[in-house]
């Protein structure tokens, strides 16, 4: 349909002006929030108020269908109203992507009665504007607009300055979707980093399979799904943040914040404002308020790591909220209720620290309601492979290396070491092996000096070279043996030496090949055969 032109306005600077006025309203309409709904309702009201519009309608492309998002000066029954591509004025402006005016409405047969009756306003003759609203080079709607019909109406004009006003909303439509895309984008990571979260600190992942150890799990799972004060005890490096990790993330505050703190880490002055934030103007420096861990762990939980180093001060306002679940802020008098869960773990003997009056003793009663005690990895030397497996596996992959296992003679050394450090000091242990090793199997000699020297393991007073050479050539050996299942030609090729030396070396370091044989060869093969 083709575009009329008509003489242009007398007064082209007022109207010019009041044109620009329009288009700063609906820039501020569309950009002063992300209900783009709301917004374009407000342009529409706009154009309606300065820009002589009768009536106006905003549709956009939803399932194949134009639906009506905003309409000003219809019935409430319009924006129930549905438009197919191609059907009537708005369905063939959206179609073809170019504008149609209609400069009177009444001889117009293809403008359909949906909307609004347009007969009953057959008093006041109306032209109809319709510009498309393109996204991406594609028209995604349709802004259309009753204006009153004027002969010396520039219609050229008109949808050209429509058309800017629905380039605008085009630019809102794509920063709203930008916005939901990059939402939904986070709620995607945001729920696979919680599931990874959950399954890296699933009961499942804590490893071992001793009494102790099983204990510990038993522990934690009857008190995972509670809201009960947990008070985690240990030596420094049993993993008791491991703990703390399990219980929230297998309790019902799973989908809420997990806020660890190391009270051992801050120093004594800072701890307080750390822990329950500070008011705007509380000392110097403090140029604004800050929440506190007790306020971002809302609704979660917060793991207090090292409790029994915090400050006589700290203590008092610490069992308050343990007591009342409310706390003031550094420098503040309004009262902060909390909803939070309180774990706690400590190293320390805190029946000592009480007895010499460092820890209040109220405090310590209502951190231990429920206490779990971490064993050190001296009483669950049976989980001792179990958790050298998963860190050669583990650093094998983080450090690109292909480590298929440890020797039997290195595994002796890590069995027979008493670990101060516990899993802790296992773990660093590994890394450092397999950073030094470079073969596929971790020999006694990839471990570090503190598990081959007499301060640390209590096993050798002095070693002589002569009998270090020989225990090292005694561990290659068995490995051999351990890698050929005890066929003694096949170790030997492997060594790149004969046989007969290799029976001497055997014979001479008392080394029974039959121990690294499988059962059902042990059972073939008569015992004769095996003293050759």
């Known amino acids: 349909m083709p575009v009329v032109k008509f003489a242009p306005d007398t007064n082209d600077a007022a109207r010019d002006a009041r044109r620009l006025s329009t288009l700063l309203e609906a820039s501020q309409a569309l950009s002063g929030t992300l209900n783009l709904k709301a917004s374009m309702q407000r342009v529409l009201g706009i154009l309606v108020r300065h820009h002589g519009v009768v009536r106006g309608m905003i549709t956009l492309l939803r399932d194949g269908e134009l639906h009506v998002e905003a309409a000003e000066g219809f019935e409430d029954r319009a924006r129930s109203v549905r438009y197919r591509v191609g059907e009537g004025i708005t369905g063939k402006v959206v179609e073809s992507g170019k504008p149609i005016v209609v400069p009177r409405v009444s001889r117009e047969p293809a403008l359909l009665n949906r909307a609004a009756r347009r007969g009953e306003a057959a008093r006041q003759e109306l032209s109809f504007v319709c510009v498309p609203i393109v996204l991406n080079r594609a028209a995604v709607g349709a802004l259309g607009v009753d204006l009153r019909f004027k002969p010396e109406r520039?219609?050229?004009?008109?949808?050209?300055?429509f058309g800017v006003v629905s380039s605008m909303i085009g630019q809102a439509l794509n920063v709203q979707r930008q916005v939901e895309e990059e939402r939904r984008r986070l709620l995607d990571e945001n729920t696979h980093l919680r599931q990874e979260l959950r399954e890296r600190y699933d009961f499942s992942n804590i490893i071992g399979t001793s009494g102790p150890t099983r204990q510990m799990y038993e522990q934690v799972a009857q008190v995972a799904k509670t809201n009960t004060t947990v008070l985690i005890r240990g030596e420094s490096g049993t993993g008791k943040e491991l703990i703390a990790h399990a219980i929230h993330y297998n309790s019902l505050r799973a989908r809420k914040p997990f806020v660890k703190v190391s009270c051992a880490a801050l120093p004594e002055t800072l701890i307080e404002s750390e822990l329950f934030g500070y008011e705007k103007g509380a000392f110097t420096g403090a140029i604004a308020r800050k929440k506190g861990r007790f306020d971002l762990a809302e609704g979660g939980t917060l793991f207090l790591d090292e409790i029994g180093d915090i400050n006589p001060g700290t203590q008092v306002k610490?069992?308050?909220?343990?007591?009342?679940?409310?706390?003031?802020?550094?420098g503040g008098t309004d009262t902060v209720r909390v909803n939070v869960r309180l774990l706690a773990a400590t190293n320390k003997d805190m029946e000592k620290a009480i007895a010499e009056g460092k820890f209040r003793e109220d405090l310590y009663y209502r951190l231990n309601v429920f206490t779990i005690f971490v064993p050190p990895l001296r009483e669950r030397k049976a989980d001792l492979l179990m958790l050298a497996d998963h860190f050669l596996e583990k650093f094998s992959?983080?450090?690109?290396?292909?480590?298929?296992?440890?020797?039997t003679p290195a595994i002796d050394m890590l069995m027979?070491?008493?670990?101060?450090?516990?899993?802790?000091?296992?773990?660093?242990?590994?890394?450092?092996a397999i950073l030094v090793c470079d073969g596929a199997v971790i020999h006694g000699h990839h471990l570090p000096p503190s598990l081959q020297t007499a301060d640390a393991s209590g096993t050798v007073t002095r070693v002589s070279l002569k009998d270090a050479v020989a225990a090292y050539e005694r561990d290659l050996i068995q490995?051999?043996?351990?890698?050929?299942?005890?066929?003694?030609?096949?170790?030997?090729?492997?060594?790149?030496t004969t046989e007969r030396i290799l029976n001497y070396k055997v014979r001479g370091y008392g080394i029974d090949p039959r121990r690294f044989r499988s059962p059902e060869i042990t059972k073939r093969v008569a015992l004769p055969s095996e003293e050759r």
């Not at 992959?397 to 020797?407: A, C, F, L, P, Y």
């Open 154 to 161: 520039d219609f050229d004009s008109s949808v050209k300055f």
């Open 318 to 330: 610490l069992l308050r909220v343990l007591q009342e679940r409310e706390f003031e802020r550094l």
């Open 397 to 407: 992959r983080e450090h690109g290396k292909v480590i298929k296992r440890i020797s």
């Open 416 to 432: 027979a070491y008493h670990w101060p450090g516990n899993v802790r000091e296992l773990e660093n242990v590994l890394e450092r």
């Open 479 to 496: 490995d051999a043996l351990k890698t050929t299942r005890g066929n003694r030609a096949k170790a030997a090729r492997l060594l790149d």
